[in-house]
């Protein structure tokens, strides 16, 4: 319990110490107008309160991740708890800090025209492909679970194909209609009811303080076949939205429209994302004490998902409130992630098209192609969908990390902060995708996959972060110098 306090501590910490260092370098004005200032058109870029951009940013960033990801992550040991802590100071909030304040700096404009105005136009078109593949798929993802779950509680009836439609509808809804009506409703409602869960949870956890480990004890990996699943690059894969998710960047241009403050933004961003690392903490702790140890938790889950952890544990802790959260968790926060992934393909796409979403015919226009391509990717087996998944996120992730590292070495501000999380991250993600099974095989078989040697992966994903590391060099040595104080102010006159 003494470490629990520890990384908890560590994490709070982080968001006044890290997370103030990181809102100088990047300078936030309050003075100057934001988007929804300049461009409001009742749609897209609408006004909302702070605290409400908050719990959305934080749902949309959340969803399933820090608990899924984090029951599943801690199996690793407690090397999961140091990832998380230190993974979301260090680089899931400033990742999604940054990306979410350089929106905010130019109009809203999504992740792939950002990363593109600092990578390139070649870049720029391959993350636009990648952003658009990897919300199709997480919406296609996210119907699945919930309607699964909603099938079981409800009348024979309401079967998995009819929840399917109703939450395909519900997607449809909630990316053509004005982002107050549907998501600034219901969104901060299921935020607020994600961190009581989380809450109520780490109450219980204090209480049941006997039964924690403590991170220091026990390190190692406690997978059942370690060669098969090594901490490094598998971890921190697994554990994305609990601390680092290129998926975060997708979302943030949608809260940049709707922010009036660039002083709000640290909350905002690097505030969400410091709460999803608590709530994954939690989690991972949780889990681990729930079970009695990792021994117990390995048991537990070779029979069981995660889903039937959440709620057994909801339900043993916190009782019928803790069920109806469970339920409320399981079934909410996959839809929310779904819904907005969806959205944030309209955004890319009509940003990528150049086409104003103000009227619902160009909203029409540009949605219902993603929504056709939607459902046919939902006819692809489940599991091979969910594999992809993970390491095309973190591949956005790399891009986005490098395409920051550029903006602050061209605006001569201390570019190491994201420099050493995207040489991290280019290690860890081509690793996964050559040693992994669903890392290759999407060539060789979608369904069984294909992988490298752990020596070879690991070279090869070494030889990549040293390549995006001496082409980053290059671009230092061709920076053109500094324009002087002076020289600026005569050219604004």
Same mark, same amino acid.
């Given at each position: ?38 461009? !409001? ?5 609408? /006004? ?208 940049? %429209?709707?922010? %009036? ?58 009782? !019928? ?19 907005? !992934?969806?959205?944030?393909? %309209? ?63 061209? /605006? ?38 294909? %992988? ?42």
């Amino acid at each position: 319990m003494i470490s629990f306090c520890i990384a908890l501590a560590v994490l709070i910490g982080g968001y006044f110490l890290y997370g103030g260092f990181v809102t100088r370098i990047f300078k936030a004005d309050p003075n100057r107008p934001t988007p929804v200032q300049t461009m !409001a058109d009742g749609v897209d870029y609408v /006004e909302l309160p702070t605290w409400k951009i908050f719990l959305i940013q934080f749902l949309n960033i959340a969803g399933l991740g820090p608990i899924f990801g984090a029951i599943m992550g801690v199996m690793y040991g407690p090397a999961a708890f140091l990832w998380i802590v230190f993974g979301t100071i260090l680089g899931g909030a400033v990742h999604d800090y940054f990306s979410g304040m350089l929106s905010l700096r130019r109009n809203g404009i999504s992740i792939p025209e950002i990363i593109g105005k600092e990578l390139g136009k070649k870049i720029k078109m391959t993350v636009r492909v990648l952003s658009l593949f990897l919300m199709v798929l997480v919406g296609a993802v996210f119907v699945f679970n919930p309607a699964d779950l909603l099938s079981m509680l409800t009348p024979e009836s309401m079967d998995r194909t009819f929840w399917i439609w109703v939450i395909f509808a519900y997607y449809m809804a909630a990316t053509m209609l004005p982002i107050d009506k549907l998501i600034g409703k219901l969104y901060p409602v299921f935020g607020f009811a994600l961190l009581f869960m989380a809450l109520g949870i780490m109450v219980m956890l204090f209480a049941h303080a006997g039964d924690m480990p403590e991170i220091w004890s026990q390190f190692y990996n406690h997978k059942p076949n370690p060669e098969a699943n090594p901490i490094f690059p598998m971890m921190f894969v697994s554990i994305a939205c609990g601390a680092i998710s290129g998926f975060h960047a997708t979302q943030s241009p949608m809260m940049a %429209r709707c922010l %009036r403050n660039e002083k709000h933004g640290r909350i905002v961003f690097y505030g969400a994302m410091v709460t999803e690392g608590i709530v994954a903490l939690i989690w991972a702790a949780g889990a681990v004490t729930f079970t009695r140890g990792y021994q117990g938790l390995q048991e537990f889950m070779s029979g069981a998902s995660p889903a039937v952890l959440v709620n057994d544990l909801s339900v043993g802790w916190l009782g !019928a409130v803790g069920g109806v959260l469970a339920v409320l968790g399981v079934v909410a926060a996959p839809i929310s992630t779904g819904d907005t !992934a969806l959205r944030s393909a %309209r955004l890319i796409a009509s940003d990528m098209l150049g086409v104003k979403q103000k009227k619902i015919a160009n909203r029409f226009s540009i949605a219902i192609p993603i929504f056709a391509l939607t459902f046919l990717v939902m006819m692809i087996p489940y599991e091979a969908l969910w594999r992809y998944f993970a390491w095309c996120n973190q591949t956005l992730a790399v891009f986005t990390l490098w395409a920051i590292t550029v903006w602050l070495a061209r /605006e001569r501000k201390p570019y190491w902060v994201t420099m050493i999380p995207a040489m991290f991250m280019t290690v860890v993600t081509v690793s996964y995708i050559f040693f992994a099974p669903e890392g290759l095989g999407l060539i060789t078989d979608p369904l069984i996959g294909y %992988r490298f040697s752990y020596e070879l992966s690991v070279g090869l994903g070494l030889v990549a972060a040293a390549i995006c590391t001496y082409q980053f060099g290059r671009f230092l040595n061709r920076r053109p110098a500094p324009v002087p104080v002076r020289e600026k102010a005569e050219e604004r006159v």
